[in-house]
C-alpha cells in the first residue's frame, strides 16, 4: 500500500488483486454460501480501498485498516437487507464502532438528502435506488426506466461526483 501511495501502479495492481482473494475469504467466512454477496462486498470495499487509500497511514498496521472498511461494507449490507448482527463483533481497537444515536442518523440522512439533492436525476435515482434503498441494478432500471448499463454509470459517476462534492472539487454534473 505504501508503494501504491507512492504512484507505483504495479505494486498497486498487485495489491489490489492480493486483496480480492484476502477479502473473498473475510466476507465468506462472516456470510457463509452467498457468493454473489460476496462478490459485491469484495467489489465496494476494494472501492472504498481505493477511494480512500489517501487516509492509510504508512506506520500503522494495514490489515487493521482493510478490515475497518470491510467490517463497514458487511454492516452496511446487513443493514440494508435488514438483518441483525446476531454475534458480537470483535472489541478490540481495530474494530470499534462508534455509538449511533438518533440525532447522527437524522444529521446523517439529512445530509444525504442535500448531497443527493445535489446531482443530476440521471446520477441520483440509481445511488438512492441501489445503495440507498438496497435495490438490485436490475430493479433499479425497472423503476427509473434506464437500462442496466445506464444505472451502473449512474452509480460510478454519481459517486464520483459527491466524492469531488465532498472535497470542494467542484461540479457535481460531470
Not at 36 to 64: K, W
Not at 66 to 90: E, T, V
Not at 126 to 133: G, I, R, Y
Amino acid at each position: 500500500m505504501i508503494e501504491a501511495q507512492r504512484g507505483n501502479a504495479a505494486d498497486y495492481e498487485a495489491l489490489l488483486r492480493l486483496l480480492t482473494g484476502h477479502l473473498r475469504a473475510y466476507f465468506r467466512r462472516r456470510l457463509g454460501s452467498a457468493p454473489d454477496i460476496v462478490e459485491d462486498l469484495v467489489q465496494e470495499t476494494l472501492l472504498a480501498v481505493h477511494n480512500h487509500r489517501h487516509t492509510y497511514v504508512p506506520t500503522e498496521p494495514f490489515t487493521p485498516w482493510l478490515h475497518a472498511i470491510g467490517k463497514y461494507k458487511l454492516i452496511d449490507h446487513l443493514r440494508r437487507d435488514g438483518r441483525r448482527i446476531d454475534s458480537p463483533l470483535p472489541d478490540d481497537d481495530s474494530y470499534a464502532l462508534i455509538e449511533d444515536t438518533a440525532e447522527d442518523a437524522a444529521n446523517a440522512r439529512r445530509d444525504v438528502g442535500k448531497l443527493l439533492a445535489s446531482l443530476p436525476a440521471r446520477f441520483r435515482l440509481p445511488l438512492q435506488h441501489v445503495k440507498l434503498e438496497g435495490l438490485s441494478v436490475e430493479e433499479a432500471a425497472a423503476r427509473t426506466g434506464m437500462s442496466v448499463s445506464a444505472v451502473k454509470v449512474g452509480i460510478h459517476r454519481g459517486m464520483k461526483a459527491l466524492a469531488r462534492g465532498l472535497s470542494g472539487g467542484g461540479d457535481a454534473d460531470r
